[in-house]
């Protein structure tokens, strides 16, 4: 938990809502390539990991109900 709680607030406000369980440290890599890319805007860094996200989805949709499931391309 200590571990959580040294995550920065912008991440943790994304992670309250965040669909997948992301355990800190994962979190916390994944936030600083976002933050990175997004050249410090912690929105655009929001946004790349809402996609990141959702491409996992979408990829563990494909790997458990195949690709003809409606969610999965």
């Not at 976002?34 to 929105?43: I, K, V």
């Given at each position: 938990m200590s571990e959580f709680?040294?995550?920065p607030p912008e991440l943790r406000l994304w992670l309250a809502?965040?669909?997948?369980?992301w355990s800190p440290r994962s979190a916390?890599?994944?936030w600083r390539k976002?933050?990175?890319?997004?050249?410090?805007?912690?929105?655009r860094a929001h946004t790349r990991l809402d996609f990141l996200e959702q491409a996992r989805l979408r990829a563990d949709t494909?790997?458990?109900?195949?690709?003809d499931y409606p969610h999965a391309s």
């Open positions: 709680d040294r995550l809502q965040a669909a997948l369980p916390a890599r994944a976002a933050l990175r890319e997004s050249y410090g805007d912690t929105r494909r790997a458990i109900w195949g690709d």
